[in-house]
Every structure is written in C-alpha cells, then in structure tokens.
C-alpha cells in the first residue's frame, strides 16, 4: 500500500494541499491533488525538489507543470502496465497448464509400456497383438500430446517477443515528454546519476527558456502555444544528436545536458540552438497571420 497516513494525518495534510492549492489558484482535481500532497508530505524527492526550485525562482505554479510532474513522477503502475503483467501471467499459466498435462501424459504412457512390454508373450500371439495394438494407440495419443505442447510453446515464445516489445515501448513511453518528444526529468535525473558515478568528469548543462512565452498562450491560444513548444523541442533536438542528453524539464523550459564537454562547446551549441530558433517562422493557420518572432534564452 503506498499512503500509510492515519486519519488524523490525512487530515492535516489535506488542510496544507488545499491551502497551497487555493494560494496557487489551483483547481483541487485528482492530478494537483495528488501532486500537492506528495509535495506536503514530502513523499516524493523528485516533486518536492522540482516545485522547490520553481517556487524558489518565483514561476508560475500551473496545471500544466501540476500535470508534468504527475505524469512524470507518479503515474507509474497505470492500466497498460497491469495489462502487460496480466498477459504475462496468462502466458506463463497457460504453458504450465500444457506441461503438466504433457508430464501426465508422459508418465502415463511410462506405465502402459512397461506393463504392455511385460505382457508380451511369443506363445499367446493373440494376446500379444492386442498388446501391441493398445501400444500403438497409446503412442500415437502421446504423440498428439507432444504437438499441443510444442504448439503451446512456439505461441508462447510469440507472446512474449510481443510483450517484450510493449514493455520496451511501455518504458520509453515513460522516459519521453509527450508534447515535445524529449526527454523528461525523471530521465535527467538517472542520467546524471549514471553519468557521475561512471566519473564523468565534464558535465556541461544549457537551460534554455522560451522568452515571453506566457503571451503567445494568452494570444493566440494553448493550441499555437503547444505547436510553437513542440516545434523548438525539435530545434533542440537537432543540435544535440547523440552527443547529449534533450530535457523539458518544465513547461517552456529545456535542458541540455552534455557529458565530456567543455564550457566552449556548450556556449557554441547553445548559440546554435538560439539562432535556429530564431530562425523558426509560425504562422496562424486560421488567417495566415505570422505570429512574432519566438526567441529563447540560454545560460
Ligand atoms: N501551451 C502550453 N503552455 C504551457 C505549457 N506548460 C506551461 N505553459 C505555460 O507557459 C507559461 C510560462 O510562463 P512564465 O513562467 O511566466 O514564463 P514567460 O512568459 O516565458 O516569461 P519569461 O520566462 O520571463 O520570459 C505559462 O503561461 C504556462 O501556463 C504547455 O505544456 N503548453
């Protein structure tokens, strides 16, 4: 069970997230809700160190980032992992269902040929004929046995390359920013923890912010303004190849994180990011209208 709190704890808990709430005009849903408590309690490291630094930096704290940080640090065991898992058993379930059967079988046919053989007589050919023919029925039963078996395993053997799959997919799913396509924290997190205790030893990082964004939002709409973020993630992205790590890490706001680069190289790219998508052209599908220049901010 993941929440251990007695009612009177639950209680004061639920006091503190409503007031953060209502102090960041939060609508109380299941999302803000959940987050928010996981903050108050502080439960979650990687929540409370993300709205820690965004409140320490004064930025707004809205459902956009309240959904982000759910998705990227709480949604975990969702429907498609627990209908992965159930596939999982029932291919396991249904293989040892065929394998006990097969061993039965198996067994069975043991006895009968052991008995059969002791029953064979040269003298009483009768006898030995009928033998002989319960042998050969027996046979091919085991044999009919041994096929639905091998079917069973060569099914099996399919479902779990098709599961594997969707496991594979199911994780970078949870790795990969929706919106945009890069990666999202809890992917920066690792990383960087990988990256140190491999002794990497220069780490280079380029915060990038998208200037002003708040008003192509209030302008034009969240539409434009989800288009305009996936479009300049995929600027981002372009500069960065193989060679480094892309983050959102919050709503307008990416990360690049460079290993083995030096301070030159990280000013080179992050110049390179901010001429490209200075360089980018949106315009307003609705009345052909371009919208301004978007420009971004690197440190
Ligand atoms: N369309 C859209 N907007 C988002 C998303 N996530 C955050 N935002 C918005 O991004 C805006 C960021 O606003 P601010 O933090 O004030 O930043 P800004 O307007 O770029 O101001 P400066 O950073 O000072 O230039 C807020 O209006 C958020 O609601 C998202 O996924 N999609």
Known sequence: MKYLDTIEQADGMLQKTLGFLKQHRLPANPINYGVVYEYMAETNKDISKTLDRDLKAGKTIDSFLMESLYKDFIL??????????????NVVSTTQKHATKAHKDTSNYISILDEGMSMLDREDTTLSKQVIDRLIKISSSMKNSQ??????????????AELQQQIDEYEESKQ????TGLFNRSVLN????????????????????????????????????????????????????????????GGEEFLIMIPEADVHTAGEIAEKVRQGVEKLQFVNAKNRQRLPKVTVSSV
Do not use: C
């Open 76 to 89: 975990q065991q969702d429907a498609k992992q627990e209908a992965i898992v159930d596939d999982v058993h």
């Open 147 to 160: 096929t639905v078996l091998l079917k069973a395993l060569r099914q099996a053997q399919a479902k779990t």
């Open 176 to 179: 990969i920013d929706q919106l």
């Open 190 to 249: 690792q990383t960087v923890d990988m990256w140190v205790s491999n002794d990497v030893q220069n780490i280079a990082a380029i915060a990038i912010n998208l200037d002003h964004f708040k008003q192509f939002n209030d302008n034009y709409g969240v539409t434009i303004g989800n288009v305009i973020l996936s479009k300049v993630a995929q600027k981002v992205k372009s500069y960065v190849a193989d060679s480094g790590l892309p983050v959102r890490t």
